[in-house]
């Protein structure tokens, strides 16, 4: 995935994305009692040109804030943000950078094509409209309102839309949200086929598997902060725990219990009902004993989920924000605190 | 300016017959029951006759329906995510307003040369001055409620909203004057209601100020009711437009 970048973008030098000390509060609402909401609370990176890099984070972990002040959607509270060293208006303006934004942004009653020629006529030079709507497969679907398409062809819309200024830098704000999983597939599909350019990609997801097939480095974001930054293999292989369980005869239970932590890469075994469950990095060697000698049946086997890659990476759960965390910067439905809408 | 935009833009809101059907054709059928058809409508007022006082009020009622439907429609757009997708391209709102504009002022125009056009083949007179001075006026002062309609829609953030603030347009009309010639105390409350000084100043040009009643307005009572409703929708907006963007 990983592709070098072309002689003008070395030469130039620039990282695609530079944020130093990037600080969004907001205002609570009039009337209401809440304090001050930080959502990005000091966030320092560095994006080279050419990465694709995943943002990963629980919803309101401040990901579409940051992505919205490197696209110059919205204005730091303090820090700077700065595209492919230039301020992000004066970016975007140059056709440099363009997004995929999470929902909205479309108006229903044009056709795909009237849309694409639209945001086109905004431009001083774009891709041929034809050619963009070809590449993000709407050929099909050019002369259909929009307000008839399904979520995922809406979405590979966006992506027709953000691809017209043919930009060095590509933002996707949770671009799956909300799509089934042909519809995923297939928009991951289209953006494979098109990440060949060189393009620096970064897109924000709550999905560790998304993240981890599409991306080179992932960042971890919680509470308005990196938490991680690493290559993608690193990050999995930290956050890569398993659980397994099956059902194992009462009898059984001790035995299969100190057989199974001496396997290696056994983090956990614990009783859930008739279940016995182990968290493992090696699930294969965890089934095979637990189905063979010590008779266990009705196997299961769960990827961790992002919650579980947290506790792995930060060594604490996401519902227990340290004291100088914000206090809505993690959602925490374990504390009956409903969980903050995605921006 | 843009015109593959603009365009595009007109296209767009043409393709919506029902709106266009209320904005262009319920007001001239207006001015054929109440103007072409009544028996005083070749007395005389001012520099013309009472079918063209009819059409002007009826013009002037069908401009500001599409105005504020364009002005609310705009700030649902703008507020159901098209607003950032714009922001993402090097359109600066300067242009995007502008592009605004001018599709509200050719979709205003439609009822207004439609009715304009009825009128005079139904007997509405005047004098040439009063025909055109009467025509730009119903379609320049039309725009200060695309800043009402604005106001509606970023105030209540609902398709209904923007249909109900073009309906009290009705409302509107028959407390302005509009409709049906009012006198004593209902047009002493008249003269305080949003679109009495638009109507009332677009008619200047034929009336000269004079009322359907025998009185006459002093220029500055529709001058002053303009500026005031334009100062309240225009701090109305300006205020949702500002609360819209703590809640972001």
Redo the contacts between chains.
Sequence with gaps: MHTTPSPTAASSGEPAIELRDLVKT??P??GSTDTVVTAVDGIDLTIGQGEVVAFLGPNGAGKTTTLDMV????EPTSGTARVFGRPPRTA????HV??V?Q?????R??TVR?TV????????VTAPVDEVIDRAGLAELSNRRVSKCSGGEQQRL?FA??LLPDPRLLVLDEPTAGMDVTARHEFWQTMHADASAGRTVVFATHYLEEADAFADRIVLVAGGRVVADGPTAEIRSRASGRTVTAVVADDAVARATAALFGLPGVTDVRRRGERLAITASDSDAVARILLGELGGRDLEITTAGLEEAFMALTGRSPAQPSPESPPDGIPARRHGVPEEVA? | MNATFTLLEMRRITRDWSGMFFTAVLPAFFYLIFGATVDAKGETIGNGNVAMYVMISMAAYGAVTATTSIGGQAALERQQGWGRQLGLTPLPDSSYIAMKSLIAMTVAAVPILLTYALGAATGARGTASAWLLSGLLCLVGSAVFAVYGLLIGTAFRSEAAVGAASGTMVIFAFLGNLFIPLSGVLLTIAKFTPLYGYAALARYPLTEGYLTDGSQDPLWVPVLNVVVWLTIFSLGAVHFVRRGRERQ
């Design positions: 907001f205002r609402l009039r696209l110059g959607l919205t975007v303006v140059g056709g363009s997004a934004l929902t909205g942004g479309l108006l009653d044009l009237e020629r639209m945001i086109a006529s905004t431009y001083a966006r839309l953000a921006r």
